[in-house]
């Protein structure tokens, strides 16, 4: 069974930064991809970040670029999302999501063509002063 959980939200400062974790168990391919997502009150949910598995390619919202950064650490299973220069509109709850199979962000798709079937439970960010 698929399990995604979400960490290191929290209350920072404009301009501060915050390291999110997404801590990914259950898969059974090698092939895969970790997203993370953001909604804030009364918005629609936005896509922020993705990285693949296959090539560690990777997608950014252009509201994010430049700030925010996706890695991973195979090891530990786990993908994180680097968020400098924090802004009051990036307070959200953050969701990681997994998406099942082969993707590669070389080949020309971005996550909003992604179908993701797994979802964590999400991580409150508030940027304010």
């Known amino acids: 069974q698929v399990q995604l959980v979400e960490s290191g939200g929290g209350l920072v400062q404009p301009g501060g930064s915050l390291k999110l974790s997404c801590a990914a168990s259950?898969?059974?391919?090698?092939?895969?991809?970790i997203g993370w997502f953001r909604q804030a009150p009364g918005k629609e949910r936005e896509g922020v970040s993705c990285?693949?598995?296959?090539?560690?390619?990777?997608d950014y919202a252009d509201s994010v670029k430049g700030r925010f950064t996706i890695s991973r650490d195979r090891a530990k299973n786990t993908v994180y999302l680097q968020m400098n220069s924090l802004k009051p509109e990036d307070t959200a709850v953050y969701y990681c999501?997994?998406?099942?199979?082969?993707?590669?962000?070389?080949?020309?798709?971005?996550?909003?063509?992604?179908?993701?079937?797994?979802w964590g439970q999400g991580t409150q960010v508030t940027v304010s002063s």
């Open positions: 999501a997994a998406y099942w199979g082969f993707l590669s962000f070389l080949d020309r798709i971005t996550m909003a063509d992604v179908e993701f079937d797994y």
């Open positions: 259950g898969f059974t391919t090698p092939y895969y991809a």
């Open positions: 990285i693949t598995s296959s090539d560690g390619s990777t």
